[in-house]
């Protein structure tokens, strides 16, 4: 089993910026990511790396502002989130697992955390 924990959610307003966390246990993943769900929008990949590659891919609407980065020894996975707009208000989910393929497909992803909420006011 693998357990994700995530951290740094919170409240900010638009041009900020905040920097979350996921800590992960277990090894059967070679790929983190986080996804975003929001109330009346579908739910989102936002940015995906490869623990063993450093590779990283991200969705079109976070490009330019957000990087996703890991401590391999910690096993933890951070996002850094700047130019915040109020759109990217939602709650954060971070995954871990072996998708290989469509990266952005939730149902790819086997281990979840419990999610940090972001809100960005205007």
């Known amino acids: 089993q693998v357990q994700l924990v995530e951290s740094g959610g919170g409240s900010v307003q638009a041009g900020g910026s905040l920097r979350l966390s996921c800590v992960a246990r277990g090894n059967s993943y070679n790929q983190m990511a986080w996804f975003r769900q929001a109330p009346g929008k579908e739910g989102e990949g936002v940015a995906a790396i490869n623990i063993n590659t450093y590779i990283a891919v991200y969705a079109d609407s976070v490009k330019g502002r957000f990087t996703i980065t890991q401590d391999y020894a910690k096993k933890t996975v951070y996002l850094q989130m700047n130019s915040l707009k109020p759109e990217d208000t939602a709650m954060y989910l971070c995954?871990?697992?072996?998708?290989?393929?469509?990266?952005?497909?939730?149902?790819?992803?086997?281990?979840w955390g419990q999610g940090t909420q972001v809100t960005v006011s205007s």
């Open positions: 995954a871990a697992g072996r998708p290989y393929d469509s990266w952005n497909d939730a149902s790819r992803w086997p281990y």
